[in-house]
């Protein structure tokens, strides 16, 4: 069984910063590409940052030069480095796992909540 499971979400004041775990277990996140969305309230889910199983990166415009995205093979973990936290980053944060060659797969986490606010 497949699961991802995040944490590291929480309250936070404007300015400061939290780090995001995606812990994966049942796949071997090398092989996925690995990304991290986020939804906030009455809005759709959003691309954040992806990393792919080549290490090549990503990043929606709004969280360039603030967020880090990286990922530790050997713990099959994949991590979001999040500073200079604004409000408008508030929301659920998700982990998601995508292969696109086959055997495709395409994998959610459960989200993990993140508040900006002071």
């Known amino acids: 069984q497949v699961q991802l499971v995040e944490s590291g979400g929480g309250l936070v004041q404007p300015g400061g910063s939290l780090r995001l775990s995606c812990a994966a277990s049942?796949?071997?996140?090398?092989?996925?590409?690995m990304g991290w969305y986020r939804q906030a309230p009455g809005k759709q889910r959003e691309l954040v940052a992806r990393i792919t199983s080549g290490g090549s990166t990503n990043y929606a415009d709004s969280v360039k030069g603030r967020f880090t995205i990286s990922r530790d093979n050997a713990k099959n973990t994949v991590y979001l480095q999040m500073n200079s936290l604004k409000p408008e980053d508030s929301g659920v944060y998700y982990c998601?796992?995508?292969?696109?060659?086959?055997?495709?797969?395409?994998?959610w986490g459960q989200g993990t909540q993140v508040t900006v606010s002071s």
């Open positions: 998601n796992a995508r292969r696109q060659v086959f055997p495709q797969a395409n994998y």
């Open positions: 049942g796949i071997i996140l090398s092989i996925y590409d």
